[in-house]
């Protein structure tokens, strides 16, 4: 069992820049790879990035890629997602996800993912 706290969000102007952290406790032996996904009103919940479980690799959705950063530390068990250039369109609900353990690579897919945090929302003003 794998348990996700996330911190961060808030409101923000557009061209702002916020990061969002996801503290993870439990059973992270080899630790985990890790992805954000996030859910605007009406909308089904998309990709936005993922990391694998050395932090070695990284990969972006197109809608975010230039102005998104995942990254982690593993002397804190944290995943970072650093937030810049935000438009009002990168207004959702962010949750992060963490993949069972003996999987080395991230995933785009949520249906790759067994543990997730509480969500936090990200609201950008015009």
């Known amino acids: 069992q794998v348990q996700l706290v996330q911190s961060g969000g808030g409101l923000v102007q557009a061209g702002g820049s916020l990061r969002l952290s996801c503290a993870a406790s439990g059973r992270t032996f080899s630790g985990n790879a890790m992805g954000w996904f996030r859910q605007a009103p009406g909308k089904d919940r998309e990709f936005v990035a993922t990391?694998?479980?050395?932090?070695?690799?990284?990969y972006y959705a197109d809608s975010v890629k230039g102005r998104f950063t995942i990254s982690r530390d593993n002397a804190k068990n944290t995943v970072y997602l650093q937030m810049n250039s935000l438009k009002p369109e990168d207004t959702a609900v962010y949750s992060c996800?963490?993949?069972?353990?003996?999987?080395?690579?991230?995933?785009?897919?949520?249906?790759?993912?067994?543990?997730w945090g509480q969500g936090t929302q990200v609201t950008v003003s015009s």
């Open positions: 990391i694998t479980r050395s932090g070695g690799g990284t």
């Open positions: 996800a963490a993949r069972p353990s003996q999987f080395l690579g991230g995933s785009i897919s949520e249906r790759d993912y067994d543990y």
